[in-house]
């Protein structure tokens, strides 16, 4: 098919996410951002967990790429493996789209290539885009400190704080204050923590050749963490988040089907009274974690929804909840599989969400000014666990000494919902609400770094 004279004229951009559903969120609220502000938009996808068609704005291009992984690598927890994978098979296949793009452009079949985005996981056709010329942008999913550890951590291992031990869980990290060690990452195994650590060093080494890094964040709720960035590497950065506040376009992007049911149980709730549960599309939880978390739930006596999607428990077939305690949650409690995450945070009746602190459930619960509960389980998740309960202190953490118990649950919830702390909690949530709403608003930080990025002649 011919392509029309709009998508023709305009400049384009490639964007190329990671299949996982906390990478896509941020890459496709990008795109909108970008659309929004003139670019013709082609996402390229591997073919594990591309989106549908259908779901996509029509004038947005959608190219799948084979990728070869089978089901159980894509579905399997090992995220170092399944990314090597996914560099190593798609990077013929990149390349000849790249090509085929740029010989369009040169015949005057197409609109010029402005940049290509591709996930900072992405390390093979970051260096691709580069041999070809064109000019590749990185995007950092996650916090600009969590970049910082990527930054640091061969340095972080040659001086024994990693990979860490659990005698030394609560050590200072001196370079990364106000980080414990257990704050960087907790891959215990050594197996695992040299290939992340390989895997990590891929991705600075990317980064370092690409023509300049977008981070998922804003200069007014990180500006010292960009800062030291700038000064490590030697490239243009753009801080143009939170993403999902830069555009009032939105994308759909959700691969599991949303159960939008529990917006109607939540007008029937009272005002500010809901605690949200969720954590997020990956981490999974062992049944005993499961059970303590629903028995806490429900001697909390709050009403609560709760995010129960599949595999959330990993070491049973159902996640079914014994009679007993459903007895004890009646209809206090509503269980679902997948939630509208965003429309849930915004409900007048939702108080607190009790959240692993994956980075866009963090920056989503920020902008609609829902004060968090943390319980952090793996990756960036206990590092923005800190700035969350430490920093902004805008939360409160699930303090488990152990494993986790009902008792601990309960307690995280009556701090933050009776009583002093979790007022000054919430007034500090209301402040933060307000820095990220004028950073992403005309003239704000987010918004001028994200129209220097459209200009830029990288
Ligand atoms: N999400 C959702 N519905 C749910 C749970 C999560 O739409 O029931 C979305 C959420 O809004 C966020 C993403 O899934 O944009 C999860 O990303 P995050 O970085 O918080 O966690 P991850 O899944 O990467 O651990």
């Known amino acids: 098919m011919a392509p029309s004279s709009t998508n023709r004229d305009r400049r384009r951009v490639v964007l190329l996410p990671l299949p996982y559903q906390g990478h896509i969120n941020p890459m496709l609220r990008l795109a909108a951002a970008l659309h929004s502000r003139g670019l013709a938009v082609t996402i390229l996808h591997p073919e594990t967990r591309a989106p549908e068609r259908r779901k996509l704005p029509a004038d947005y291009r959608l190219v799948t790429i084979p990728d070869n992984i089978p089901p159980e690598v894509a579905a399997s927890r090992d995220v170092a493996s399944f990314v090597f994978a996914l560099n190593r098979n798609c990077a013929a296949a990149f390349r000849d789209y790249l090509a085929g793009a740029l010989r ?46 990527y930054l640091a951590y061969p340095s972080l291992c040659h001086k024994g704080y990693l990979p860490v031990q659990e005698s030394n869980f609560n050590i200072a990290v001196e370079e990364l204050p106000p980080f414990v060690v257990q704050d960087l990452h907790l891959v215990m195994d050594k197996t695992r923590h040299l290939a992340y650590t390989d895997l990590l060093a891929h991705i600075v080494a990317g980064v370092r050749q690409s023509s300049g890094l977008i ?81 806490g739930l429900a001697n909390s006596q709050r009403p609560f929804v709760w995010v129960v999607r599949p595999r959330l428990v990993h070491d049973c077939e159902s996640s079914a909840i014994p009679g007993e305690l459903q007895q004890k949650m009646g209809n206090r409690g509503r269980i679902v599989s997948w939630a509208p995450q965003q429309e849930v945070l915004r409900h007048p009746s939702v108080a607190a969400f009790l959240t692993h602190c994956g980075w866009n459930s963090t920056t989503e619960s920020i902008s609609e000014g829902v004060p968090m509960i943390c319980r952090p389980l793996s990756g960036d998740q206990m590092g923005t666990a800190r700035y969350v309960c430490d920093v902004w202190k805008v939360g409160v953490r699930v303090e488990v000494e152990n494993q986790l118990k009902r008792g601990e649950v309960q307690a995280a919830i009556t701090r933050l919902m009776d009583g002093k702390e979790g007022e000054m909690v919430r007034e500090r949530m209301r402040d933060l609400r307000h820095v990220v709403v004028k950073c992403t608003s005309e003239g704000g930080t987010s918004d001028v770094a994200l129209q220097r990025l459209v200009d830029s002649n990288i």
Request: with cysteine; aromatic share 8%; charged share 25%.
């Open 104 to 149: 369009e452009e040169e015949e005057g079949e197409d609109g010029h290539v402005a940049f290509v985005v591709a996930d900072v996981d992405w390390f093979v056709p970051l260096s691709v885009a580069r041999e070809l010329g064109v000019a590749a942008l990185a995007l950092m999913t996650s916090s600009a400190v969590r970049f910082l550890v």
């Open 215 to 295: 981070i998922n964040t804003s200069e007014d709720i990180e500006g010292m963490e960009i800062e030291r960035i700038r000064s490590e590497i030697a490239l243009p950065v753009f801080s143009v988040g939170p993403l999902h506040m830069m555009t009032s376009s939105s994308v759909e992007s959700s691969l599991l089907t949303e159960d939008r049911s529990c917006l109607d149980w939540l007008d029937t709730q009272r005002p500010n009274s809901v605690v949200y549960v969720s954590f997020g599309s990956l981490v999974g939880i062992d049944t005993d974690e499961f059970l303590e978390m629903a028995w």
